[in-house]
């Protein structure tokens, strides 16, 4: 699949202290970030100042720091604000970047979701954008009177009707339906309605969404899965993937892969911008960088480690194995991160690492693509990557926070530009001009019908 000619889409994934599983600690690192208003408004400025396409934040419907006497109160977890209360707080601060938030399928209502989102997006001007996810987390199911999460193949499909409802809510109206007119006392056409009635397997719908179109048409959709039914869904449905690609031989590949699904539904493969994610640990030197990366290393207890690696496995229990044995591989199938839990195990495989050396690989990126190197280096491989068909761009992800995210827009930003692979200024006002994405195309609905 070729690359189109045109430069790299960025997106600044925010994770309260930092990315790091130690970055708390870190002395760069703001304590309290995570329910700190003002250092998440300065953080998004300067995201917008460096012109990012999008800030990022996951978000989970459970807490992630578990009940282990050993780990409990070492892990900040997931501990503050709730993304759209936060993106409305941030969208009237801000006037170009956009705003991607993870609401899950399982746990909501598709009325909800589309009405907040419709909401965010009309507030920022048509700046949102929505993180489908599916969530696996045991702890999510437990705050919904589930003993666990359901399987995963009955969490893809219903996250596939949810989609589906959630983007026929978001064209309940045309896009010129309110006209508002105190003269002839008509607020909005009633051609221009469009009711959904939607019946399925998991969902009964009638609409109409009470919330108008946005300058962008609708929110964004983006998709973090990448196991074989979030690349169907992806190819279906998204117009961003976020996902984790450790060598530029695997990016290329699900880049192929993913896009190369797209023409069975109709879509162009421009019209999906793949972003992996990107763990930066920059230096003027690489020595400083590796001695930044260490410092980060040497502040993760071993217990927060190995409970790290056994959740982003699917809750792969490793207690019983010892730290510096080999990593199991005859472990049962995970119903929760299947991809995660694949992409790990045979990292540990190809590269023989012992539990401890895993968990310290993953500790900063929890699988994600990490880069410790000098502006220029890391230039180079973000380079490789965009130009070799393994990458639309990317989503970045600081270390610690600010230092991390600055290091990236003083040191390695401008080397980007020199090389015309990133912004000077903003191409439009909206997430979807930004991004280079097309305005959505309206589904059929059937007609409303209005007394």
Known sequence: MARTPDTMRLGAFLMATGHHVAAWRHPDAVADAGANLAHVTSIVRLAEAAKFDMVFVADSDGAWFGTDPQTVGRSHGNIGFEPLTLWSAMAAVTERIGFAATVSTAYNEPWHVARKFASLDLISGGRAAWNVVTSGNPNAAQNFGLDAAPDHAARYRRATEFLAVVLGLWNTWDDDAFLRDKESGRFFAPDKLHVLNHVGEFYRVRGPLTVPRSPQGHPVVVQAGSSE????????????????????????????????????????????????????????TQAEAEAKYQALQNLIHPAVGLAMLSGMAGGLDLSGFPLDGPVPQDVPVTEANKSRQRLLLDLAAREDLTIRQLYLRIAGARGHWTVVGTPTSIA?????????????????????LPTGLEDFVNLVLPELRRRGLFRTEYEGRTLRENLGLPFPAKISVPEAQVA
């Open 380 to 400: 180079d491989e973000m380079e490789a990557w965009f130009r070799g068909g393994g990458a639309d761009g990317f989503n970045v992800m600081p270390p610690v």
């Open 229 to 284: 039914a979030g690349k169907e869904l992806a190819a279906r449905t998204a117009e961003v993937v976020f996902t984790a690609q450790l060598r530029l031989s695997d990016a290329q590949e699900f880049y192929r892969d993913v896009k190369g699904r797209m023409a069975r539904y109709g879509r162009h493969p421009d019209t999906l911008k793949i972003m992996p994610g990107i763990f930066p640990v920059v230096g003027a």
